[in-house]
């Protein structure tokens, strides 16, 4: 296995050698010795000033790539670059991968992989100037052409996590440039020249194509399509590039990658058709290999079903998956994608507390504990009602909600225009739908407290007309039913039932009310305290076996005068 401390220094030997082999390979004619010189001067002093230990990580990193030692490159990769960054590059970018190539003899497939783990962390930790972000675009152009544009399936493997955040990464960076481009108040007049003259970068379509031709090219539909059948089926269904786990995961992990751009786009429709061959309910999905990929599936899922005024479906969607992140938060401490996930489930409660207080329905005692530590008093006010209900579920939606683009880029000739932002006419859709459902809670927090009740005395409670209240109580009968998922392929489709545990009967001007009332679950309560209840023991135990170890040892001996 890859270890820590480098050992093995094969690699890490004359780097005087290596550099005036890339230096030579560059193309500069033989005779221009003072240009050569001085190319070779810089590249020896660039690949000396990395860091020894970085200088091994990238040794032992190429070896991995070239030998196709999927475990150690998972090793390399999810371990050793995040804390190498963290103790070398926190506030800087990586070495420049010209001072790379002179390591690793200008191998130019890991130096794609090494440039595009290099744009990434300058995303995340720095902030990327325009060339950056065109540069960062050429990359990827560059690494999905020789993936897709090859003869023959290509002998290259990646670890599952690696690819999740190829695809991953290649998108958020399509968002941030969409809005970084679209605000041009901010930008110089060199910037959006350049701009203007290449409109292909990041490209709507372009990135589209990318993800669709990654799915074709993969065979990914067929063999999900095929897998209903049978495993055999599925490997026939593979195809030459298909049968390959590169094309496989990558053509999966584009799958979900489309999700969340038409839902950035604003087409949850068109989200949730994507997902029609992908089982949710199988818990060996090939979403499940990568915590981060499982977690986005779930919130961009349940984030549509929301938009699409389907509360009930969403709340389903966000209590699988945050019930899946808290039992097995230990592990994701562990994780280097821990920061990530941990985000998501906070953005997916304020959305869950949200859901649940415009169409209340009884959710996993675990996760509604958590809910009402974080949301009661919003949960309460939104209960009520009126313009303090409005203005908090926007603020959750703010919170909550991933960053929506413009597909098409903004007028560079008038960059004084007004241009209404997506996030904001998101949030006019989001309300134009709840504004319409909060009469749920609101009449449901009053008709529960009795089984029969005069209109006129309701009325008066709420302070309107009876007219106005036999329409509310009418709209209420109207949204308390819902289109639910039923389970199946069809994400769209479902049965129409009632989605709260309330109904009524309005006969002349007498309301008749009848609750169903669900028993309680005690096996996740008594198993969950059972488990607390455990790790309380092995504490104690622990902290029992230290002392009594630290009281066994014999005292330091009294030091004697001369």
Same mark, same amino acid.
């Given at each position: 296995?890859?270890?820590? =401390?480098?050992?093995?220094?094969?690699?890490?030997? =004359?780097?005087?050698?290596?550099?005036?082999?890339?230096?030579?390979?560059?193309?500069?004619?033989?005779?221009d010795?003072?240009?050569?010189?001085?190319?070779?001067? *810089?590249?020896?002093?660039?690949a000396q000033?990395?860091?020894?230990?970085?200088?091994k990580?990238?040794?032992?990193?190429?070896?991995?790539?070239?030998?196709?030692?999927?475990s150690?490159?998972?090793? =390399?990769?999810?371990? !050793?670059?995040?804390?190498?960054?963290?103790?070398?590059?926190?506030k800087?970018?990586?070495?420049?991968?010209?001072?790379?190539?002179?390591?690793?003899?200008?191998?130019?497939?890991?130096?794609?992989?090494?440039?595009e783990?290099?744009?990434r962390? $300058?995303?995340? +930790?720095?902030?990327?100037?325009?060339?950056?972000?065109?540069? /960062?675009?050429?990359?990827?152009?560059?690494?999905?052409?020789?993936?897709?544009?090859?003869?023959?399936?290509?002998?290259?493997?990646?670890?599952?996590?690696?690819?999740?955040?190829?695809?991953?990464?290649?998108?958020? +960076?399509?968002?941030?440039?969409?809005?970084h481009?679209?605000?041009?108040?901010?930008?110089?007049? #060199?910037?959006?020249?350049?701009?203007?003259?290449?409109?292909?970068?990041w490209?709507?379509?372009?990135?589209?194509?990318?993800?669709?031709?990654?799915?074709?090219?993969?065979?990914?539909?067929? !063999?999900?399509?095929?897998?209903?059948?049978?495993?055999?089926?599925?490997?026939?269904?593979? %195809?030459e590039?298909?049968?390959?786990?590169?094309?496989?995961?990558?053509?999966?992990?584009?799958?979900v990658g489309?999700?969340?751009?038409?839902?950035?786009?604003?087409?949850?429709?068109?989200?949730?058709?994507?997902?029609?061959?992908?089982?949710?309910?199988?818990?060996r999905?090939?979403?499940?290999?990568?915590?981060?990929?499982?977690?986005t599936?779930?919130?961009?899922?349940?984030?549509?079903?929301? $938009?699409?005024?389907?509360?009930?479906?969403?709340?389903?969607a966000?209590?699988?998956?945050?019930?899946?992140?808290?039992?097995?938060?230990?592990?994701?401490?562990?994780?280097?994608?821990?920061?990530?996930? =941990?985000?998501?489930?906070? *953005?997916?409660?304020?959305?869950?507390a /949200?859901?649940?207080?415009?169409?209340?329905?009884r959710?996993?005692? $675990?996760?509604?504990?958590?809910l009402?530590?974080?949301?009661?008093d &919003?949960?309460?006010?939104? *209960?009520r009602?009126?313009?303090?209900?409005?203005?908090?579920? /926007?603020?959750?939606?703010?919170?909550?909600?991933p960053?929506?683009?413009?597909?098409?880029?903004?007028?560079?000739d008038?960059?004084?225009?007004?241009?209404?932002?997506? +996030?904001?006419?998101?949030?006019?859709?989001?309300?134009?739908?709840?504004?319409l459902?909060?009469?749920?809670?609101m009449?449901r927090?009053?008709?529960?407290?009795?089984?029969?009740?005069?209109?006129a &005395?309701?009325?008066?409670?709420?302070?309107?007309?009876?007219?106005?209240?036999?329409?509310?109580?009418?709209?209420?009968?109207?949204?308390?039913?819902?289109?639910?998922?039923?389970g199946?392929?069809?994400?769209? %489709?479902?049965?129409?039932?009632?989605?709260?545990?309330?109904?009524?009967a309005?006969? !002349?001007?007498?309301?008749?009310?009848?609750?169903?009332r669900?028993?309680?679950?005690?096996?996740?309560?008594?198993?969950?305290?059972?488990?607390? $209840?455990?790790?309380l023991?092995?504490?104690?135990?622990t902290?029992?076996?230290?002392?009594?170890?630290g009281v066994?040892?014999? #005292?330091?001996?009294?030091?004697?005068?001369a």
């Open positions: 296995m890859y270890q820590e =401390n480098y050992e093995d220094e094969e690699f890490a030997g =004359n780097i005087d050698v290596v550099a005036d082999s890339y230096v030579n390979s560059n193309g500069h004619d033989e005779g010795y003072e240009d050569d010189e001085h190319l070779q001067q *810089q590249a020896q002093a660039g000033a990395i860091p020894e230990q970085v200088r990580f990238l040794g032992h990193l190429y070896r991995n790539l070239l030998s196709s030692n999927v150690d490159l998972a090793y =390399n990769y999810e371990n !050793q670059f995040g804390r190498l960054s963290e103790k070398y590059y926190a800087a970018s990586w070495p420049e991968p010209q001072f790379v190539a002179a390591l690793v003899g200008d191998d130019g497939l890991f130096l794609t992989l090494y440039r783990l290099y744009y962390h $300058m995303y995340s +930790q720095l902030h990327p100037t325009l060339e950056a972000r065109f540069r /960062s675009f050429e990359n990827y152009c560059d690494l999905f052409n020789y993936i897709l544009n090859s003869d023959g399936p290509l002998e290259l493997e990646l670890p599952n996590q690696w690819l999740w955040d190829i695809v991953d990464e290649f998108i958020y +960076q399509f968002q941030s440039f969409c809005t481009r679209s605000r041009l108040n901010k930008r110089s007049a #060199e910037e959006i020249e350049l701009l203007k003259a290449n409109p292909q970068v490209n709507t379509y372009s990135v589209l194509n990318v993800l669709y031709s990654l799915i074709q090219k993969s065979s990914i539909t067929q !063999q999900l399509v095929a897998a209903q059948d049978g495993a055999d089926a599925a490997a026939l269904a593979a %195809g590039f298909g049968a390959r786990p590169l094309y496989k995961m990558l053509g999966y992990f584009s799958i489309l999700v969340r751009v038409h839902c950035m786009l604003g087409d949850y429709t068109l989200a949730l058709q994507t997902l029609e061959n992908v089982d949710l309910n199988n818990s999905g090939l979403f499940t290999r990568v915590t981060a990929c499982h977690v599936v779930y919130y961009y899922v349940g984030f549509a079903y929301m $938009m699409l005024g389907r509360y009930a479906d969403a709340t389903q966000f209590v699988h998956i945050l019930t899946f992140v808290a039992r097995t938060k230990h592990y994701h401490q562990r994780a280097g994608q821990f920061d990530s996930v =941990n985000k998501k489930a906070e *953005q997916m409660y304020a959305l869950l /949200s859901c649940v207080s415009l169409c209340p329905t959710v996993d005692e $675990m996760v509604h504990s958590a009402r530590e974080k949301y009661a &919003q949960q309460h006010k939104v *209960q009602g009126g313009d303090e209900a409005v203005e908090i579920l /926007s603020e959750l939606f703010r919170f909550a909600s960053k929506f683009i413009t597909p098409n880029p903004p007028n560079y008038a960059p004084e225009e007004t241009v209404v932002e997506p +996030q904001d006419f998101q949030l006019k859709v989001f309300l134009r739908e709840a504004k459902q909060l009469v749920v809670p009449l927090s009053f008709l529960k407290l009795y089984t029969t009740m005069d209109l &005395q309701l009325a008066a409670v709420l302070d309107v007309g009876a007219d106005e209240l036999r329409t509310q109580l009418m709209v209420y009968k109207l949204r308390y039913r819902q289109v639910k998922w039923a199946g392929a069809d994400l769209l %489709g479902g049965e129409v039932v009632p989605t709260t545990d309330l109904d009524f309005l006969q !002349q001007d007498m309301i008749f009310i009848a609750e169903s669900v028993g309680r679950r005690y096996a996740d309560w008594f198993i969950r305290n059972t488990n607390k $209840m455990q790790d023991i092995n504490s104690l135990e902290r029992q076996k230290n002392f009594i170890a066994g040892k014999p #005292e330091p001996a009294a030091e004697t005068k």
